[in-house]
């Protein structure tokens, strides 16, 4: 089973066995607009909530992708160096950014269920 995990920073984190994958919402892309490049981290880097991890390049704006926890980065979405497009069709799916290990699930706590997201949003 996975739970689905939002941040007030628009970023979603999708938790499965012990592993997150780590994207930006669809809201997120929405206001950005088309992406037309994504800085990745590397995988091994080890991160603490908050830190400032990708950066997504649209037509309009340049923009900060932060870990939700803390952990270690374990894979890196290959596929958009050369799509990052894929962002835009796919958000919460196919255009996710990376997986980490999480170094305290306790921290999940504090972030927002689908629900609260989409009321905050509002």
């Known amino acids: 089973m996975s739970t689905t995990y939002y941040t007030e920073d628009h970023e979603w984190i999708r938790v499965e066995n ?3 994958t780590v994207g930006i919402t669809e809201h997120a ?11 990745l981290p590397s995988p091994g880097a080890n991160v603490a909530k908050g830190d400032a991890l990708v950066v997504v390049e649209s037509v309009k704006a340049a ?3 932060y870990a939700p ?3 270690e980065v374990k894979s ?9 497009g894929l962002v835009n069709s796919s958000a919460e799916g196919d255009g996710w950014l990376w997986t980490m290990s999480i170094a305290d699930e306790g921290q999940l ?13 509002a």
């Open 69 to 71: 926890v803390d952990g």
């Open 63 to 65: 923009s900060d992708v």
């Open 18 to 20: 012990g592993i997150a």
């Open 29 to 39: 892309q929405e206001q950005l607009g088309d992406l037309v490049f994504v800085d």
């Open 109 to 121: 706590d504090g972030l927002m269920d689908a629900d609260a997201y989409q009321k905050s949003i």
């Open 76 to 84: 890196v979405n290959d596929a958009l160096s050369s799509e990052p």
